[in-house]
């Protein structure tokens, strides 16, 4: 894990972090993955990949709209809005 | 009255003896008086709170009360709350009013209950001592010098301090458990998939899960009998009966077959903490039970994977913090990216950037497999050592965590030890097991938790065997001098 390692991850993360704090970032992620390194101690290759505890299956519903549409109420909470629509900085010139 | 439980409560209320309105001015009192040292609470909703209990109060002179009407709780600031700030510990969500009720907290009120207010936290449900929350530490009730624990340290020391008869926590990977064990209260961890996590903040989808902080539980159970049940909301709520949990808690315990993992109780474990555990398992011997030891081989591995899953889910959960439609927004953006990297830069604490960092880099081309699906594969070896054991045994019993408290501070600048404290309640949430903690006695004046773990959907076995044991103990009803 080095500088560059961190610049790339909190790109992807699409996160701002502050210059003086890349070394630590470098310390701490180094040491998390050195103790995740354990898990290769053992060996899964016939072990099927655990997503829900109890295996439950996505439970499916009819495709019918049960939702009432509250745009005005969720978007008194939005930094910015004009005309029901949400701003943000212009993104095509 | 703040030393009653919810049973004695809802008993006090039925009886006359003091109404709703009363009950909840005194723990809003109580708030006011203790809570400015201890931190336990981010909003006191004194205004809700009241109007709720003026009904609460009609409801039972009506003659039409549950069991929870007009009893007053305390609810961990991870639940949505329609119209009131919920900040999940957070500065990203400081400015949060949620639009909307979480299931849970639908429950509540559909129950007539009274919500005195919402709790502090580790920000996101991220840490194990309440540190990392934004809006400073929580105080442990018993020391000060010490941490309630985390992540829902607030629920647990509003509790320890009674200024809430009970409360509401969410457990990851130990944050209901770990906590009660700290602050000496009952706390009660449900199956994965037992509570609707709707309108519960997420953090580790496939981990979370809501619970209790209760003095007794009896009381756990009265309250999982609210918050339990499937909901169509959360495509992960399991639809299983919801039996009465009270029902099954005068069972005695003989005959019960107890597991004793060896894994937890080796290196690391406290000595003096060894031996609180030694005297609630003579107890138990004493009420019939037998106990056995077993084994869970792949215990050391519970760590590591859980710090690939949780951080992984976090990074993908908490990318819809983007300063776009709600929450923090940094000042004057240049661009839509320096929008997004500077209202979560600005906008997270520590803690949470770094696990959005490990759990990007896992995610990330490439490493996928190498992280994330061996960690869901090593999940499987320890939900696989679970059901061996419940073929020999009833219920599992350890410590909650290797030691009492840790003093506020100790740990911060250290993220591996923290996440070591964990290290006995982590394997239950990646099998997704019910478990508690149940007090078991002090080291030196701090409090000593017994976790008992039971088989899927198992809570009402869980209920029963802590009741049992509180019916003989009684180091569930010790409370801090100070705020007795």
């Not at chain 2, 903690?437 to 076995?461: D, H, R, T």
Request: proline residues 5%; charged residues 20%; contains cysteine.
């Amino acid at each position: 894990m080095e500088k560059k390692d961190i610049e790339q991850i909190a790109n992807l993360a699409r996160l701002g972090i502050n210059e003086k704090d890349i070394p630590e970032y470098v310390t701490n992620l180094t040491n998390i993955l050195a103790l995740v390194e354990e898990m290769n101690t053992v060996n899964t290759d016939d072990v099927t990949p655990m997503a829900h505890p109890t295996d439950a299956v996505q439970r499916l519903r009819e495709d019918v709209v049960t939702e009432t549409n509250q745009r005005e109420h969720f978007q008194k909470i939005a930094p910015q809005v004009e005309d029901g629509l949400y701003l943000v900085p212009q993104v095509i010139e | 009255m703040h030393t009653k439980t919810i049973a004695q409560l809802a008993a006090g209320l039925k009886s006359g003896e003091f109404s709703s309105v009363e009950l909840t001015e005194h723990y809003i009192n109580r708030i006011k008086n203790h809570d400015g040292e201890l931190n336990s609470y981010i909003t006191v909703s004194d205004d809700i709170a009241l109007a709720q209990a003026k009904q609460a109060d009609e409801t039972i002179a009506n003659g039409k009360a549950g069991l929870l009407t007009g009893i007053p709780f305390a609810q961990k600031d991870i639940f949505c709350t329609n119209g009131v700030k919920t900040s999940c510990g957070s500065k990203m969500l400081d400015n949060f009013i949620a639009p909307y009720d979480a299931t849970v907290i639908e429950s509540f009120n559909n129950a007539g209950a009274v919500m005195l207010g919402k709790t502090n936290m580790d920000e996101f449900a991220m840490g194990s001592s309440n540190e990392t929350s934004f809006y400073g530490p929580v105080k442990n009730p018993w020391d000060t010098e010490y941490v309630p624990g985390g992540s829902s340290g607030g629920s647990a020391a509003a509790v320890a301090a009674r200024l809430a008869p009970a409360s509401t926590g969410t457990d990851t990977g130990g944050s209901i458990r770990q906590p009660a064990a700290l602050c000496n209260l009952t706390g009660l961890k449900p199956s994965y998939g037992r509570v609707s996590r709707y309108g519960m903040i997420a953090f580790a989808s496939s981990l979370d899960q809501a619970g209790t902080f209760t003095q007794t539980a009896e009381d756990a159970a009265l309250m999982l009998g609210v918050m339990a049940g499937l909901d169509e909301k959360d495509s992960t709520s399991i639809d299983e009966p919801v039996p009465d949990y009270t029902a099954s808690l005068n069972q005695d315990v003989k005959g019960l077959k107890v597991g004793l993992p060896k894994e937890y109780f080796a290196d690391g474990l406290d000595v003096e903490v060894a031996k609180r555990i030694d005297d609630a398992i003579n107890e138990y011997k004493k009420l019939g039970a037998e106990f056995v030891e077993i084994s869970l081989p792949n215990t050391h591995l519970s760590v590591p994977a859980y710090y690939i899953v949780a951080p992984a889910e976090c990074s993908s959960n908490l990318s819809r913090f983007d300063g776009v439609r709600f929450g923090y927004r940094c000042e004057d953006p240049k661009d839509l990216e320096d929008l997004y990297k500077r209202s979560r830069g600005e906008g997270f604490g520590d803690e949470v950037k770094r696990r959005i960092m490990v759990g990007a880099y896992a995610l990330s081309s490439g490493y996928y497999d190498a992280y994330y699906l061996k960690a869901q594969k090593i999940r499987r070896l320890i939900a696989n050592d679970f059901s061996e054991a419940f073929k020999q045994v009833d219920v599992i019993m350890s410590p909650t965590t290797p030691t009492p408290a840790f003093k506020v501070g100790e740990k911060n600048d250290d993220p591996i030890s923290m996440y070591y404290s964990d290290i006995y309640t982590i394997a239950v949430n990646l099998a997704g097991l019910p478990g508690m903690s149940v007090p078991c006695g002090m080291v030196n004046n701090l409090p000593v938790g017994l976790q008992i773990i039971a088989p899927y959907f198992a809570e009402a076995k869980l209920l029963n065997v802590a009741h049992q044991y509180q019916q003989v103990t009684d180091w569930h009803q010790q409370i801090p001098e100070q705020y007795k």
